[in-house]
């Protein structure tokens, strides 16, 4: 067993919801990708009473806290949260923090790492799947969407994202932005028929799956220009 655990998770970007009423069998279903920074980087060791220090620890310690109790783990620990992704930016930092904080602990006491366990215990991954699936591995993710089982999404497509693209942001300053209780025009999805969703959906779908770089690829801005709720 190591004596010491560092683990650095990126953030993920998402890119929408295929289809959040669930007309069909699954709810939500996501498109995303994870992003080279910011990213959450926190250390474990073994300590003689447990500590937890850094941005975000509260909720840090509270990951570990059940995480030790679900995994029958009962020595001290003192955690560091070393970097945290902003929270409350649409970066996922919720997701990776729980996550970083449950693979430290994993990984200290050799034991085998389960991110979609993990996901569940932490309550986590309840809408989107893109944040475990980053656990794995990167590029354009898409995931099935919520069966109601309360298990993480299953994702059913995965493209390379070229290394030489960059993805531009922008983030407002949250102390001057006030957006809760206030309407900026999002349309009622439940409202639209389930026929209109399907065909929405059907065209997206198309384009999604064309890889970037290909022909097709134009398909998908074009989709989205016309059927904006389907995604980006």
């Avoid at 073994?46 to 310690?61: D, L, M």
């Avoid at 030790?68 to 929270?87: D, F, M, Y």
């Avoid at 354009?140 to 069966?147: F, L, R, S, T, V």
């Avoid at 059913?156 to 809760?180: I, L, N, S």
Wanted: proline letters at 9%.
């Amino acid at each position: 067993m190591s004596s010491s655990v560092v683990v650095r998770l990126p953030a993920r970007l998402h890119l929408g919801f295929l289809d959040p009423s669930g007309s069909d069998a699954r709810r939500f279903g996501s498109i995303g990708l994870p992003l080279s920074e910011p990213e959450t980087v926190v250390s474990l060791r073994r300590a003689p009473e447990t500590h937890v220090e850094g941005p975000e620890a509260a909720r840090a310690a509270h990951h570990l806290a059940t995480m030790k109790e679900a995994l029958g783990v009962r020595s001290h620990h003192r955690l560091t949260v070393e970097q945290a992704i902003p929270a409350h930016a649409g970066l996922g930092s919720g997701t990776q923090i729980a996550l970083a904080v449950a693979a430290a602990l994993r990984t200290l006491h050799g034991l085998p790492l389960d991110a979609g366990g993990d996901a569940m215990i932490l309550s986590r991954g309840r809408r989107s799947g893109i944040g475990i699936a980053s656990f794995d591995n990167g590029g354009i993710i898409i995931d099935a969407g919520q069966d109601g089982s309360g298990a993480p999404p299953p994702v059913v497509a995965r493209m390379p994202f070229p290394e030489e693209w960059r993805v531009p942001g922008a983030r407002p300053d949250h102390r001057r932005t006030a957006w809760r209780g206030r309407d900026y025009g999002v349309p009622d999805l439940a409202a639209i028929s389930p026929h209109k969703r399907r065909r929405d959906l059907s065209i997206g779908l198309d384009g999604r799956h064309a890889g970037p770089g290909e022909p097709r690829f134009r398909g998908f801005r074009w989709c989205h220009r016309r059927n904006p709720t389907v995604g980006w």
